[in-house]
């Protein structure tokens, strides 16, 4: 029988844990036992940059490049990143969004202008949709970095890894000082997700 291949797009501007996010994406998936590829494209990150990585699992991974139309799951950690890489998600996959919006250097230069209508957009564009103030959620526990965490706690919701290999990728991936606030994150994010 083959088994199918998933893929996951996570996206978001530089500083915000997009890497992070992607090696506990990725140990879950192992954590799982399934073979992993990953790809990861960096467009000027430390400025603020965009930032994607995409993750493929299954039992058998050809490439880590994966079509447009065909991801699973898409975590973005910014609310226009999540638009900008919309044509990776399938018809049915689920987008999860933080509302937070960095404003990208063409709009601070006065260029062009950020969208007054960005979750009406993300609604439009997402049938699955789980829009949530990630970067709150963590400031409430104790650290607003943990923001990429609160998404992928709600990310696990709409995929097949069990909540066990999710624990352990970011027991694994995080340094112990910030251990527990990550964990608590994620189970934010997961809650959010379940409502």
Not at 18 to 30: E, F, M, N
Not at 50 to 73: F, K, N
Not at 132 to 140: K, M, Y
């Amino acid at each position: 029988m083959n088994q199918p291949t998933h893929s996951i797009l996570l996206a978001g501007v530089g500083g915000q844990g997009s890497l992070l996010a992607s090696v506990i994406v990725s140990q879950a998936a192992l954590n799982a036992g399934y073979q992993v590829k990953t790809n990861e494209v960096h467009g000027m990150a430390q400025r603020g940059g965009s930032v994607i990585t995409q993750i493929r699992y299954g039992r058998e991974v050809i490439s880590p490049l994966m079509p447009d139309g065909t991801a699973r799951a898409l975590g973005a950690f910014e609310a226009i990143e999540a638009l900008r890489h919309a044509h990776y998600l399938a018809p049915d996959g689920l987008a999860v969004v933080s509302t937070q919006q960095i404003i990208p250097v063409s709009v601070s230069a006065g260029g062009l202008a950020y969208p007054a209508d960005t979750a009406e957009r993300l609604h439009r564009t997402f049938p699955r949709l789980v829009l949530l103030d990630a970067e709150e959620t963590a400031r409430s526990l104790g650290n607003r970095r943990a923001a990429n965490i609160v998404v992928l706690g709600a990310l696990s919701r709409g995929l097949d890894l069990a909540e066990d290999a999710w624990l352990a990728a970011i027991a694994a991936s995080v340094k112990p000082a910030y251990r527990e606030v990550n964990l608590k994150a994620f189970a934010a994010g997961r809650a959010a997700a379940s409502k």
